[in-house]
Each structure stands twice: as structure tokens, then as C-alpha cells.
């Protein structure tokens, strides 16, 4: 057989059966046993005496697999071996060890004479621990090096780490099929482990920049698996990182450290959401709990990446019923089909529903009777809305303000309402109808607690900017864009934008709808703003590419309606801040309810006749500071000045 084929065999042969593991410890405790015997018949004792071999062989061989049973040598990957692998075989062995020493008192007290010599049985345990580690570790280099020989193209890499984690991740990657990683050094940011080595490999200390470490080891790419960096400083490793065009691998939250195959499987390429993260977010579990156990919640917009995201968050807190409402036949049953494999005890219904469809919401208000409305259904892609300005009424403005008239018809306990930082001093269509729901949301709970009515429902607003990974965000696109070969399509190369997670977002939802005692609108901490051009280009060359050589970027000029950058406030609002640093109030002024209602009638009249101009014209009414940019509406503020 030429060795092209033993190689190919090699690299087909699967894991052995756990029998034949068994049974090849079993010979190599024999060929120990013979190799002890023979051993210490040349020193001039007599290990084992003819007359009891009879029954000192076959008692040694039972021991020895009971001992293999009791600890499983035998149920671990050979070529996986690791340390555990050489304590499971230390014990075993020191087992037999222990048993056959007490056989062999016993045996002396009954017949006045040893089975085995006792020091013979020592040294025989020693030979057989290092003869079952010494095979193991022959396996596991022989696959290793053989791998490492047939794969020209392993990355070279560089561990960024020296502790149990690091090492748990180095193990990991090298036995990792099919292989991706040459592991070359580790480096460690403290410098306590100045000529120390782990695994054979170099650590190397963190004086030099890490581009240079990585140029003098051949390396190109980096694995972040020291949890112990602070977020500034993995920003700095992953720009230096960058800067030199070398790869970046994060390893995320590992529950098992032991288990070498999720290891390597979230061993990761470094995602632009790892750059934009924040710390976590400490929610009052306590107060979101004792609105939500037990109750009755109403999602609307429930399929789309909010709503459902805080279906999944919610759920979580035991509620009696959820109902998930959506006019997007699909996507809802999708996440029922999501929602279904929940381990939990609340009843989930899907509702097809139109929030423009007062009739339709207000027989499922009063099929279910919610207490808690999480108002998530919004139209909110911005050229669309300003090219459609009536559908931006009929459901970010009637559909408001449909849901919250029922939510106090029917003594819901609390109305949340998302809303969006586009809501502030508004430039489209898609903003100012927004910013008009927020008014009447906050209006209609001020008209409450005037006429001290019978609806005792808190309507609360919640206002924060643009998510990570939403349906139109620029991430999705600029990932699918970059997997095409570009170009990459921006706006404006000064455009910038707030960021959160999806779950972050949510997060801070359900914690403003507990906390909220009514009327409030509730921004949250976006973090610092990020210029998209710059996001852009990170995101190119954590895909492996080159900014503007290897993927282009092109500047189409700005949308109807999109601004430069976005405000959390209004030039007249002022903030209080709340229990949480993430959350705060801002101070708007409240308009009259009866002369607002009036406003919102003829603004919904004017939509039902589909006139572009009378709608925004109304809107702009309603919202003085509603200042059209890039848009054919802007002839609508020239008139009115």
C-alpha cells in the first residue's frame, strides 16, 4: 500500500469502539505486568511464586478491569487525551494497586504467604500509569502531527491569554476536526510567566505591541480568550489588530470548559456587535416580576425584531397569557413556531391583526384583557414613509392611538410604547408621525389624571435609537453587501448613529415599564455615537478584506428625510434621572388633549384622501419642529416662514 493511501486511511478512521480501548488497556497492564515481573526477578526477589500464578494472573487482570470500569479510562477519545484522561488512569491504577495490597494481606493471614510481592505491586502501578498515559500521548501527537502536516493552510494563531481558559481554548482548537488553527505562542498581558511555556508553546509578554508579537512569530491571526480585558482595552488589540490586516477570534461566554467541542465551535470570527457591546445591563428582576408574573401581556408588532425580542424577555417572567399580535402572517408564525419549544407555563396565542383595525383590536381586548401593552407595531423605514406619508399615519399614529383609547377602555395596568430617536425635532414623515403617537400617548394619560376618570391605565413611552441587527439596520446590509464583493452603499461619510443590542434595548423596555408611574417618556444611555463610515470599514476588514481595495465604498448621497445625526431631546427638553444610570425622563410638554384629538382627526381624515401634501402640511402643524431635509416637503417649511 503506497502511503498516500495509508494516509487517506488514517484520515477516514473514525473513534474506536470503547471495547477495543478497554482491551487495549487490558494488554497493556499485561505487558506491564510481565515487564514488572522480570524486573524485579533480576534484582534476585521473586515477584510472584510459581504455585500461585494460577491465580495471581487472572486476579490481577479482573482487578485491573474493575478499576477501568469504576473511573472509565476507556469511554474517553484517545487522541483527545487530556490531563483528565491522565488522573482517571492515575486512580484506576492506584485502585488496583490499593486492592491487590489488601488481596494480598488477606491472603497472608488465611495462608501464611503472599500472592504478590508488595513492592512489586508499587512498581508494577508505576509502569502501568506511564505505560496507559505514554500510548495515549503517542496517539494523540501521531493525529495531530499528522494533521498538521496534511493541512497546508492552517492559520497561524496566536492565543491572547495564559490561564485555564486559554489553555482550555488552545486544547480545544488543536484537536478540533476538521483543523483551523496552528497554535504558536500565547501572550500574556501581565508579564508574571516571563520564560515559562504552556503546551510546548511560548508565552510571550505583552511589552511589545501585539502586531509585532504576531510579524515575529509568522502569525496571522489572534485569539482573544482572556476574559479579564477590560472593553477598551479588546478595542485596542482588535484596532491594532486591524491597522496590520491580522485576524481576530473571540471566544464568547462558555458554560463548560471541559467540553473541547463547544469551545471550538464558538470560537468565532470577531463580529462588529463584539466593537459596539456594552457592559450588561442590571435589571430590578423584582419590580419586572411583579408586573408581569401571573398577568395577562398583549405584544403588538410581535414579529417584528423588537416585538419579539421582548416575547422571548417576557416570557421569562412567567405571565399567565401572552398574546402576540402582527398583520405579518409569516414572520408571527415563525416565532410561534419559536415560542413553542419554550419549557414554560403561560398560555401563547398568535392573533393576526391590524392595529389600524379598531374593531378587530378591540375584540381581542375583550376576548383577553390585557394588563400589560407592550406597543412595539410601527411602520419605521424612512424613505418608505416619506414616499407612503399616509401609512405612516394610519399605523404609527391611528393604530397608537386605536391600541391605547382600548388599553384604558379596558383597565390595562400599563400601556408601554416604543418610540425611536427620530421622534426628536423630526426631518421625515416617519419621525413626525412618531413623535405625534408620543403626544397623544402622554396627552391622553395627562386628560386622565385631569378629569380623574375611571381608567386607571399608566401610559409610559420608551425612546431609544438604532439596533444592532434589526430588520433595515445598516449591519445586516453591509454584511450581505460585503458577502457580495461590495460595494458597500453609504449615505453620507459624516453620517452618524446611536447603537444598542436588540436584547439591550428590550431590556431597558421592560425595566421602564416597571419602574414608570405614567406620562413619562423614558430615553435611554445610547453609548457613544459611531460614524457609519467608520463602522464600515471595520467591517471590511474584520471580513478579511481591504477597505476601498479589496471592497469599494460608495457614497449615494443622503435619503429623503435622513439626518447627519439624531437627538434623544428636543432643544427645549430637559432629563431627570431615574434609579437606573441607563434610563432617563425627559421633561416634554404636554398638549391639550381635546385640541390635539381634534388635530389627529382631520390629520387621519386627510390620509383616508391620500393627499401627500395635506398629510405632511398637517403633521407639521401638530409638530412645529417638524423640519423636512432632503425631501420634496421641503417646500412645505418655505411657505409657512
Known amino acids: 500500500m503506497s502511503s498516500l493511501k495509508v494516509w487517506e486511511s488514517l484520515q477516514s478512521l473514525g473513534y474506536l469502539p470503547r471495547w477495543i480501548i478497554l482491551l487495549l488497556d487490558v494488554m497493556v497492564v499485561a505487558f506491564t505486568g510481565v ?27 479482573i482487578v485491573s478491569i474493575m478499576s477501568f470500569r469504576a473511573f472509565r479510562t476507556y469511554a474517553g477519545i484517545i487522541r483527545h487525551s487530556s490531563y483528565i484522561d491522565a488522573v482517571k488512569i492515575f486512580f484506576s491504577q492506584f485502585t488496583t494497586a490499593f486492592l491487590l495490597l489488601s488481596i494480598n494481606t488477606l491472603f497472608d493471614n488465611i495462608t501464611g504467604h503472599l500472592l504478590y510481592l508488595n513492592i512489586g505491586i508499587l512498581i508494577n502501578a508505576i509502569f502501568s500509569f506511564s505505560c496507559l498515559f505514554l500510548y495515549r500521548v503517542m496517539v494523540k501527537q501521531l493525529f495531530e502531527n499528522y494533521f498538521n502536516f496534511n493541512n497546508q493552510k492552517l492559520v497561524r494563531a496566536i492565543i491572547y491569554g495564559s490561564d485555564a481558559n486559554a489553555i482550555a481554548v488552545a486544547n480545544a482548537l488543536k484537536s478540533e476536526l476538521p483543523a483551523r488553527f496552528k497554535i504558536v505562542g500565547f501572550i500574556d498581558k501581565s508579564s508574571h510567566n516571563k520564560s515559562k511555556m504552556i503546551l510546548g508553546l511560548p508565552i510571550l509578554q505583552h511589552k511589545k505591541k501585539v502586531s509585532v508579537l504576531m510579524r515575529i512569530f509568522n502569525a496571522e ?76 401581556v398583549l405584544i403588538t ?50 392573533i393576526i391583526a391590524d392595529v389600524r383595525d379598531k374593531i378587530a383590536i378591540d375584540k381581542i381586548f375583550e376576548r383577553f384583557r390585557p394588563e400589560v401593552v407592550y406597543h412595539a407595531a410601527a411602520y419605521k423605514h424612512v424613505p418608505l414613509m416619506e414616499e407612503n406619508p ?38 421625515n414623515v416617519m419621525g413626525a408621525s412618531k413623535r405625534i403617537a408620543e403626544k397623544f400617548v402622554q396627552s391622553l394619560h395627562n386628560n386622565i389624571l385631569m378629569q380623574d376618570g ?188
Open 35 to 61: 515487564i514488572s515481573y522480570y524486573l524485579i526477578y533480576r534484582t534476585g526477589l521473586v515477584y510472584i511464586k510459581q504455585e500461585n500464578l494460577s491465580i495471581s494472573i487472572p486476579l490481577y487482570i
Open 301 to 350: 408588532g410581535a414579529a417584528g425584531s423588537i416585538g419579539s425580542e421582548i416575547v422571548r424577555q417576557v416570557i421569562q417572567f412567567n405571565p399567565a397569557i401572552i398574546v402576540m399580535l402582527d398583520q405579518a402572517e409569516t414572520p408571527l408564525h415563525h416565532l410561534s413556531l419559536e415560542m413553542s419549544k419554550y419549557d414554560c407555563n403561560s398560555e401563547i396565542y398568535s
Open 454 to 641: 375611571n381608567c386607571r391605565t399608566k401610559f409610559i413611552t420608551t425612546r431609544f435609537g438604532n439596533v444592532l441587527g434589526s430588520n433595515g439596520s445598516v449591519v445586516p446590509l453591509f454584511t450581505k453587501q460585503i458577502e457580495n464583493g461590495g460595494p458597500i452603499t453609504l449615505t453620507h461619510p459624516d453620517i452618524i448613529r446611536y447603537f444598542m443590542t436588540i436584547p439591550e434595548a428590550c431590556q431597558l423596555v421592560l425595566e421602564a415599564g416597571a419602574m414608570g408611574k405614567g406620562g413619562e417618556i423614558y430615553i435611554f444611555d445610547m453609548g457613544k455615537p459611531v460614524k457609519i463610515i467608520d463602522l464600515a470599514k471595520k467591517m471590511i476588514m474584520l471580513a478579511g478584506y481591504v477597505p476601498e481595495k479589496d471592497i469599494a465604498i460608495k457614497i449615494v448621497g443622503l435619503r429623503p428625510g435622513e439626518k447627519l445625526y439624531e437627538e434623544l431631546l428636543n432643544d427645549t427638553s430637559k432629563t431627570l434621572p431615574t434609579h437606573h444610570e441607563k434610563i432617563m425622563i425627559a421633561q416634554e410638554e404636554y398638549e391639550n388633549f381635546d385640541s390635539l384629538k381634534l388635530n389627529l382627526s382631520e390629520l387621519i381624515e386627510s390620509a383616508n384622501n391620500y393627499n401627500a401634501e395635506e398629510v405632511v402640511a398637517r403633521m407639521k402643524l401638530i409638530v412645529p419642529e417638524y423640519i423636512s431635509m432632503n425631501s420634496s416637503y421641503e417646500l412645505l417649511d418655505k411657505k409657512t416662514s
Open 221 to 296: 491571526a489572534l485569539v482573544i480568550a482572556d476574559k479579564s480585558l477590560s472593553k477598551e482595552e479588546k478595542l485596542a488589540l482588535v484596532d491594532e489588530c486591524l491597522e496590520f490586516n491580522y485576524k481576530v477570534y473571540t471566544v464568547p461566554l462558555i458554560s463548560d470548559w471541559e467540553d473541547q467541542k463547544e469551545i471550538s465551535k464558538k470560537v468565532k470570527n470577531f463580529q462588529i456587535q463584539d466593537l459596539l457591546e456594552r457592559k450588561p445591563i442590571v435589571l430590578d428582576n423584582k419590580s419586572i416580576s411583579s408586573q408581569l408574573k401571573g398577568k395577562t
Open 390 to 427: 399616509s401609512q405612516a399615519i394610519f399605523v404609527n399614529v391611528q393604530g397608537t392611538k386605536n391600541v391605547a383609547e382600548l388599553a384604558c377602555e379596558y383597565n390595562a395596568d400599563s400601556f408601554v410604547m416604543v418610540s425611536t430617536d427620530k421622534a426628536v425635532n423630526p426631518s
